[in-house]
């Protein structure tokens, strides 16, 4: 972003912010007619880019880009498609880290920081773009592809959605990300090595969201099938019963004078939740019901189970076991909190090998300096934080991150 500085980036933010109405208008009903209210609030928004003169003179609409982000926003059908060209991408990296690479060889720092940054914003983009595509692919999916009504329109949405993600997953899984290892396969800078792996780590995990998707836009579409089948039946029985009239039950048919009294219908019976227990003309029906129902229940047997004894043995008494090195790592570092004083530890095992041969215990000057590098980057956050480490050593030839320790010292934080 060199070409621009934040007050102009705060400049169109505050336009945004103070004509909302306006924009929200256009975006929602397409469009926004000029009058005499806002004629020069319109044509401010025309100048910084966020309308556009629309084909009817006075009336305005959101530019591309506007409407591009509120679609993303607000989760439109169209934002799951997507740059989807991994290839391409992958080529456009490629090229940046090339140039990278030659600029940090040729020693022109700030020709690298622009090739980085610029591979930087092309990573940003690429996994905003895919990230942006998954979850509206998920919304759409989550929502029964809400933003159509009709069943028809939901099961066609469902399989164009299916077969787009379909098609993306094929094409990214003919990619071999490992590929971009090559990258970094000479001695670059820990910054470019931190955005090659993790761009091929978030690739890996795209691959297995896009297939957990898939899978459930399969479930989906043939809930949304059956659906529709029933509703097809349902407005085929619907047409039927509307081309025989003979098939309509009248309400009044109980009162109906042309048929005898064997089959002439009570009166309807108002619906109720509850029993109306005050009507005494249900008792005996009622008493009849619950004598039957005491008939048909039958108790169960009850299972005679098996049993035995179990048998519990001593529990096993273990010695504890501990490690000699690491206790003395224990004491190096109890040794420095409790005198307040740096304490070396090639100086320590210097002093201690008198004790230690004794105790017929023997280790490398090397091994004990890893060892006391290790335990320390097992501390917890609060214990790492009373205590301060220094390494000492070189720069390894060739390199400018990677160093060679002859020992390290650690002594207590003065905070």
Known sequence: ??????????????????????????????????????????????????????????????SADIKQMLNRLM??????????????????????????????????????????????????????????????????????????????????????????AQKLLLELKQIDPNVCYQWIDWACPSELARKVTGFIEWFHRVLDRLAHIIDKMR???????????????????????????????????????????????????????????????????????????????????????????ISVEAIEEIAYDYDFFEQQVELLFEHSIINNVGCSALEYWQQHQPLWQQQAQDMAPKSWIELVFSCYCKLTNDQQQGLTIHMKGRVVDGTNNNFTFTDVVIEPNGD
């Not at 004509?19 to 100048?47: E, F, P, R, T």
């Not at 529709?228 to 025989?244: C, F, S, V, W």
């Open 75 to 164: 989760r439109q059908q169209r934002g799951y498609r997507q740059m989807s060209d991994m290839g391409k991408v992958i080529n456009a990296l490629s090229d940046s880290v090339t140039d990278y690479r030659d600029a940090i060889e040729q020693q022109q720092l700030d020709d690298a920081d622009y090739y980085l940054e610029q591979l930087d914003d092309l990573l940003y983009d690429t996994k905003d773009s895919f990230s942006g595509s998954l979850d509206n692919m998920h919304y759409a999916i989550t929502s029964q592809f809400g933003f159509v009504s009709t069943l028809s329109a939901k099961v066609r949405e469902n399989e164009k959605a299916l077969n787009y």
């Open 1 to 62: 972003m060199s070409g621009f500085d934040s007050e102009h980036v705060a400049s169109l933010l505050r336009q945004l912010g103070q004509h909302d109405q306006l924009i929200a208008q256009a975006y929602v009903q397409g469009y926004i007619s000029s009058d005499d209210s806002n004629v020069n609030q319109l044509s401010s928004l025309h100048k910084s880019g966020i309308l556009r003169p629309d084909e009817d003179a006075g009336d305005y609409r959101t």
């Open 219 to 309: 479930v989906s579409l043939f809930r949304l099938r059956q659906d529709e089948k029933q509703a097809n039946q349902l407005r085929g029985m619907a047409r039927y019963l509307r081309a025989h009239p003979e098939f309509e039950i009248d309400p009044q048919l109980y009162d109906a004078e042309h048929l005898p009294q064997q089959l002439k219908f009570s009166p309807p019976l108002p619906l109720r939740s509850y029993v109306d227990v005050r009507n005494t003309g249900l008792e005996s029906d009622l008493i009849e019901i619950v004598q039957s129902l005491r008939k048909a229940s039958v108790t169960a047997l009850v299972k005679e189970r098996d049993s035995c004894e």
